[in-house]
């Protein structure tokens, strides 16, 4: 059993490939852990809804906040249809359940003594919605800008609230010395450690338009606060969470947010007496001539620029060349010759050539299928192989490994010239194989499996294969 967790997506705008690589990566996980044997997982995703960007774009776009949000939640959820993304909840932060969860997290936090009121000063980014300190900011033309997102800074002067942060500086950096799992890949740790040895305590309300009301207060719950606790809302909230699930969650981020999920989320647990996060899974940045694509930088790729006509082909790309941890370099180039090598010339094009010969002897016949040794130990071994690397969180090796397989099937038909010479022993052992790796493919590329599935019925041991479709094609760089 494992609880995987998407971050929850800000919708002031549409999805970018970002939110496309870690709904796909998520889900991926998702379904390779079910296929090996956890089939009580849970996948959360869902959308961010509160805070002052919302309130603004709202406006500007001369809408009510909760139309506006109600409008973009249809992208996000369009888009998770259209991956394939078999989520069991799909959180918003302005249902109801996660309010009153949030505001029951206030109300502990304050009974507990871990809020306080105090003057905040200091240097806010309304587009990451969080506050920078002195030695996280640079000035250009006498304004000021965060070194990390190049976001523009207001100063802002007001009471607020404050979460005693710094009281669980010896707690956590005792956590991350007794977890070194905690975060994937562990040296990510060390940003964690030194931010940790300068925390200060965290200001948690903002006097803004829209987000949680605090009771009795002219100000609203810090969004962060708010976002974060969506993973604990929708497995029964913080009153009532499922401890099954929680022990063993995932949070998959992007390295842009693991100060939030690494330092202040297992610091809010603590303060409620609930075990920290079991790992954060952290993957990179996806980069145009080593610039992060974002929309504030304006070198947006979008989904729809590389959907084609099959969401399989953008799940396959960001589960193989996403890398944890590290950013990828996005190329339409290599885009396009990894689909066409990897998935249509050695994966389908397997199944059809082999199938298509079967279908050829056994024009008027079922086939019945005999148990191969041979392919048994094969499978097995590289089920050992694929799992060793599913544990590590190892999503690129896990696809090169299933694709060196496949390379080594189809060079095995190259020098039994099967269209020659196709024996019963043969016949058996790569009907075996080939059926054991259409179901591994489906966690990766579900449309595609099945179209391949609709091409064949297995009823118990007989194999009926039924009209053979050439169902795949090549595809082109899209100009």
Known sequence: MKYFTTPIFYVNSFP???????????????????????????????????????????????????DFVDKNVILFKDLANILNIKYNRFIRTTDEDHKYNVLKVWNLLLEKNFLYKDIYKGWYSERDECYFQEKEIYTKDNKKYSISTNAPLEFIEEECYFFKLSFFKEKLLNFYKEHPKFVIPNNLVNELIQFTNNIKDLCVSRKIDWGIDIPGENSKIYVWLDALFNYIT????????????????????????????????????????????????????????????????GNMITPKDILWDNSDYMRYYFCREGLIGRDSNFSMDKFVNIINNEVMDKFCNLFYRVFSILKKNFPQQNILIHKNL??????????????????????????????????????????????????????????NVIIEIIDIYEIIIPNLVGEIKNMYKLNDNILIIGVLKPFFKKITVQK
């Open 374 to 431: 041979q392919a048994q130990k094969d499978i097995s071994d590289l089920k050992d192989i694929l799992y060793d690397n599913l544990k590590n969180f190892y999503v690129h090796k896990f696809i090169e490994k299933i694709v060196e397989f496949v390379d080594r099937i189809n060079r095995l038909i190259e020098k039994e010239k099967i269209w020659e010479n196709f024996n019963d022993h043969l016949q058996m052992y790569l009907i």
């Open 234 to 297: 929708a497995i029964g909230g913080v009153e009532n969470y499922n401890k099954n699930l929680w022990n063993n969650v995932v949070h998959v981020i992007g390295k842009d947010i693991i100060i939030f999920h690494g330092v202040y989320w297992p610091a809010l647990l603590m303060a409620l007496d609930i075990e920290p996060p079991k790992n954060l899974l952290v993957h990179g940045w996806w980069l145009i001539d080593e610039n992060k694509i974002s929309k504030s930088l």
């Open 16 to 66: 970018h490939i970002g939110t496309a690589h870690n709904m796909c990566l998520t889900d991926f996980l998702f379904k390779a852990f079910n296929y090996f044997g956890d089939q009580k997982s849970y996948l959360l995703t869902g959308t961010d809804e509160h805070g002052q960007k919302i309130y603004n774009s709202a406006k500007k776009n001369n809408i009510q906040v909760i």
